[in-house]
């Protein structure tokens, strides 16, 4: 845990650094919290269309785009929704049944997505609003009036690691997600321990590398809250461009990275199974790219350990997967994470060269998968 007082001064440092110092996306030094370029699907093409420019681009700082499947009629909580760009995508996409909250420690950013409700609302045609927005912390959501157990998704852009708490901000999030919630965020990570020196460093923190978790700690913090293990879904290297800011982090290296946590109901199922996918979520009709290690195809059976029957059987993908006990070949992979796989080497050592390629990190330390290919 961090001391009060080192909490309170993190939390103003960074709130000057991004009210004050960052009045657009290239004033950045690093590219942590900057989404790279990947292709977008014309729905969300258009739905980005639809947003006002002061939420758009000129305030926006994130490491990916944050957009989970099967969103529609969800309840969805944002934390760190900034000036609100992702709120607005995801009013779209979950629809006039839905619902976005969005929380932020920045006023200034908050006041800018608050101005901005009616003209969405206008411009998506509904008749009241669905989304919200709330000035406070992400380690503090009872503050704030969130509920226990009623949000579907809670989402983060490359915000954890600004907070000094991370285990705080997990908790949070597993106390309002409803049972079977997902926790779907992209954040950065440390090859290692971070130093004294980085970890109070003004300028590295705001660049969100030096509250950046080890990522050996992302699984622990998740275990001890209640989480499934982390699901990888994509990894990116960090590069920093800035010869000051390499000089003082040395050889810890960072990678951008999206993970999805499930709260996963006590007996949801007791061992491996096989699912098919039915196609019928829109804009993956053909297949869902679940994580790095699950693909699933239309029509295709695919055998999955207890923790992935017990995910998909107990969130809302429920409905768009047969589900049914025992497995042809045995387990095609033990766990998100990769424990104590049982699986031919060919096809996880098929999810390392993909990996590797878009992350090209030491595979001793890329998400503990170096265990399963032991």
Request: charged share 25%; with cysteine; hydrophobic share 40%.
């Amino acid at each position: 845990a961090v001391a009060a007082p080192c909490r309170e001064l993190i939390h103003q440092e960074v709130q000057d650094y991004y009210s004050k110092e960052l009045q657009k996306t290239e004033d950045l030094k690093t590219n942590a919290c900057v989404t790279s370029a990947r292709p977008l699907s014309k729905v969300v093409r258009d739905a980005l269309e639809r947003i006002h420019e002061e939420v758009h681009a000129p305030r926006y700082y994130g490491c990916s785009l944050v957009i989970p499947e099967c969103l529609s009629s969800c309840w969805i909580l944002d934390l760190g929704c900034g000036s609100g760009r992702d709120c607005y995508l995801l009013s779209q996409l979950v629809g006039e049944q839905g619902h976005i909250t969005g929380i932020d420690m920045t006023e200034g950013q908050v006041e800018v997505a608050k101005k901005h409700v009616a003209y969405h609302m206008d411009k998506f045609g509904y008749r009241k609003p669905n989304v919200e927005f709330f000035h406070g912390y992400m380690e503090k959501l009872g503050d704030a009036g969130l509920a226990d157990e009623s949000y579907d998704i809670v989402i983060s852009n490359c915000v954890i690691n600004l907070a000094p708490d991370k285990r705080a901000v997990l908790q949070e999030a597993f106390r309002v997600l409803k049972p079977g919630g997902e926790m779907y965020f992209s954040d950065t990570y440390a090859s290692q321990p971070l130093s004294e020196t980085i970890r109070k460093h003004r300028v590295l923190w705001g660049e969100c590398l030096a509250g950046a978790l080890y990522w050996r700690d992302l699984y622990s913090i998740a275990e001890e809250v209640g989480f499934s293990p982390p699901c990888l879904v994509t990894a990116s290297p960090i590069t920093i461009g800035n010869k000051e800011l390499e000089g003082i982090i040395g050889d810890c290296r960072f990678v951008s990275a999206t993970f999805r946590l499930f709260k996963v109901p006590g007996g949801s199922w007791a061992g491996p199974g096989q699912v098919i996918y039915n196609g019928g979520i829109v804009g993956h009709e053909r297949e869902l790219v679940f994580d790095a290690n699950f693909t699933f195809k239309e029509g295709e059976v695919v055998d999955v350990d207890a923790e992935m029957a017990a995910i998909l059987q107990s969130s809302r993908f429920a409905d768009e997967f047969l589900i049914q006990a025992g497995g042809a070949n045995g387990v095609a992979l033990q766990g998100c994470c990769c424990k104590g796989v049982k699986v031919s080497r060919g096809r996880l050592h098929g999810g390392l060269r993909n990996l590797g390629h878009e992350c090209p990190m030491p595979s001793e330390w890329l998400w503990g998968i170096r265990k399963a290919v032991a």
